[in-house]
């Protein structure tokens, strides 16, 4: 190997040295102990009002109650289970790969080659950022939809720059 000249090992490892590489999950405000103490105050909610139902005879209300927290725990559960979705997006010089992972775990890849990807962008002067999408070669993919528009637009600025920087292609300097 001669100075300043990179080998082809070195070079193909730059390659495939990512530029960006994020994980972007649902937000959920409540996990499972938040979860299990809401639901015990609900129990015991339902509980201390159905007492005076049922000591005057009106039992069938006790049975409505319960009704509720059988609901409240089933959409609980539906909002945990949307929780498993998740998108991970790697740049590399060589290839942007999106990953789209529903929570029923059906998943989506999208690849292509940066030099041929752009950002599209859909925005409101109200609200901000509403739609981000990558665009390659006719085809368009929607990604960041779980953030926040004010999250989505620093994630477009990353995502952006990271292109960029996967369009200039490996750094292949000497460390």
């Not at 790697?90 to 990807?117: A, D, F, M, Q």
């Not at 599209?120 to 085809?139: H, I, M, Q, T």
């Not at 994630?155 to 292609?169: D, P, V, Y």
């Amino acid at each position: 190997m001669t100075l300043g000249k990179p080998d082809c090992d070195s070079a193909a490892a730059a390659a495939m040295q990512p530029v960006f590489d994020a994980t972007i999950t649902p937000h959920r405000s409540l996990g499972q102990d938040g979860f299990r103490l809401v639901m015990t105050l609900v129990c015991l909610t339902s509980i201390a009002a159905s007492i005076p139902f049922m000591v005057l005879g009106a039992w069938p209300v006790a049975g409505f109650f319960g009704l509720d927290v059988l609901a409240l725990f089933i959409a609980f559960k539906v909002n945990f289970n949307a929780a498993r979705a998740f998108e991970r997006i790697v740049v590399t010089p060589l290839e942007v790969l999106l990953r789209k992972v529903s929570h029923h775990g059906r998943e989506k890849i999208w690849r292509s080659n940066p030099v041929w990807t752009r950002l599209e962008r859909e925005e409101d002067e109200d609200y901000g950022l509403l739609e981000l999408a990558l665009v390659s070669r006719g085809r368009r993919t929607v990604v960041a939809s779980a953030l926040s528009p004010q999250e989505r637009e620093g994630f477009a600025e990353a995502l952006g720059s990271a292109l960029a920087r996967a369009k200039r292609g490996p750094n292949l300097e000497p460390a």
